[in-house]
């Protein structure tokens, strides 16, 4: 099973930036996409963006022009850059990752713990 550690959440004023990671390790596997969703309070868990194992990227409409996700292969790490916050964009924001095994659907049921962004007005 894949480990998910996210970091780099916190408390920042509208305009500013965070720039949050998110380290894979112990999957057997190979790593394939790998994305942020995050979950405002009494809200849906929703998309923010992804990096497919070839290095196309997607965004949600709401962050497009502001977040820029990137990827570490060697480390299996992936970033999301933060501009031009809202306060809008205050939730949890998770990690997910889809694993590649042989001949099986991509596994994307692996999440890491979330890390709290709060933005200010």
């Known amino acids: 099973q894949v480990q998910l550690v996210e970091s780099g959440g916190g408390l920042v004023q509208a305009g500013g930036s965070l720039r949050l990671s998110c380290a894979a390790s112990?999957?057997?596997?190979?790593?394939?996409?790998m994305g942020w969703y995050r979950q405002a309070l009494g809200k849906q868990r929703e998309f923010v963006a992804v990096?497919?194992?070839?290095?196309?990227?997607n965004y949600a409409d709401s962050v497009k022009g502001r977040f820029a996700i990137s990827r570490d292969r060697a480390k299996n790490t992936i970033y999301l850059q933060m501009n031009n916050l809202k306060t809008e964009d205050t939730a949890v924001y998770y990690c997910?990752?889809?694993?590649?095994?042989?001949?099986?659907?991509?596994?994307?049921?692996?999440w890491g713990q979330g890390t709290q962004v709060t933005v200010s007005s």
């Open positions: 997910n990752v889809g694993v590649i095994k042989t001949g099986r659907p991509v596994d994307y049921d692996n």
């Open positions: 112990g999957s057997r596997f190979r790593i394939g996409p």
């Open positions: 990096m497919a194992d070839g290095g196309a990227t």
